[in-house]
């Protein structure tokens, strides 16, 4: 199978939200059953990072219901390695 073959499934299910989401914004995209990450885009639709639900566990578990309005950059995963 081609990565040109998946592109159109692929490009439907992504779920993008902006640095400055709040985390619940993403976390309310990860509870869909068929999406493990968030890819969060800067001002201009540039990917800058990611958040998986694995990074929303670990940031509720250190900051309890506080931490829900924190912006999604201040969880995602940076430097994500990515093919074009």
């Known amino acids: 199978m081609r990565v040109e ?3 159109p499934t692929a490009r439907k299910r992504l779920s993008t939200v902006q ?3 709040a985390v619940s914004e ?7 059953t068929h999406i493990s990450l968030v890819v969060v885009c800067d001002a201009d639709e ?3 990072g990611v958040v998986t ?5 670990r940031h509720i578990a250190h ?10 950059s201040a969880v995602m ?3 994500v390695i990515y093919c074009v």
Do not use: P
């Open 19 to 21: 640095a400055d989401a």
């Open 26 to 32: 993403a976390a309310q995209l990860l509870s869909n």
């Open 63 to 72: 900051c309890a219901e506080s931490g829900r309005a924190v912006a999604a």
């Open 77 to 79: 995963t940076r430097d």
């Open 46 to 48: 540039i990917m800058v």
């Open 53 to 57: 639900k694995t990074d929303v566990v």
């Open 5 to 7: 073959s998946i592109l």
